[in-house]
Structure formats: C-alpha cells, structure tokens
C-alpha cells in the first residue's frame, strides 16, 4: 500500500523552529521529485517546496525562501522541512508529496503530483 505520513507538526510561537518529516512507503521516494504544499485555513493551496532527486535542484516559495530548509534521506525513504523564522501566516495543514516535476502549476500543486499524504498541521501563534 502506498502511503505518505507527514508528522512533526504542533503549535510553536513566532521565531521558533519545527521540523516535518514525510516517510513513504510502499514505493520508491527517490523515483520522484519530492515535495511539500500546504493550504492555511479558509485558503488555497500554496506550493513551498521541492527537491528533484535527480540533480538536487530545490524550489522554494518566496514566501519562505531563507527560512525553510528542504532535504531528503534515501536510506529512511524520507523528506524533510526544516522551518525556521517561523511567523503566524505559516499557519497551515502541510502536505508532502512525490511528484514528477518541481514545477509549480496551477492550484499551487506541482506538475505531475503522484501521491501525496494526509498532511500535519503546524499553527504559528503571535
């Protein structure tokens, strides 16, 4: 059964740190560009980050370009978010995906998306 689990969401105040792991089983996560999206409450979906396995190549969000942090481990068939700086509207459901392409479409989605997992809830309080 294919799945992703996204955890390592909570309540953290403004500045502070969290870190979302995103395990994946019954597939190869390095098959895929890995990616996280996430959608705050009463808005759209917001495409933050990807890692192309192939080369390495990363696409951030302006919105957290030199806060968040992506990464991936093979051996664990996982991906990370390091997020930094946090601030109250990165308030949302975060969701981890595999997907053929980095590429940001319509919907704040990525090209291609695969699969993707019931995401972690990470709220940022002022």
């Known amino acids: 059964e294919v799945q992703l689990q996204a955890s390592g969401g909570g309540l953290v105040q403004a500045g502070g740190s969290l870190r979302l792991s995103c395990a994946a089983s019954?597939?190869?996560?390095?098959?895929?560009?890995k990616g996280w999206f996430r959608q705050a409450p009463g808005k759209g979906r917001e495409a933050v980050s990807c890692?192309?396995?192939?080369?390495?190549?990363?696409y951030y969000a302006d919105s957290v370009k030199g806060r968040f942090t992506i990464s991936s481990d093979s051996a664990k068939n996982t991906v990370y978010l390091q997020m930094n700086s946090l601030k109250p509207e990165d308030t949302a459901i975060y969701y981890c995906a595999a997907t053929e392409s980095c590429a940001v479409v319509g919907g704040g989605l990525f090209y291609g998306m695969n699969y993707w997992g019931k995401g972690t809830l990470v709220t940022v309080s002022s």
């Open positions: 019954g597939f190869t996560f390095d098959n895929y560009a």
């Open positions: 890692v192309k396995t192939s080369d390495g190549t990363t």
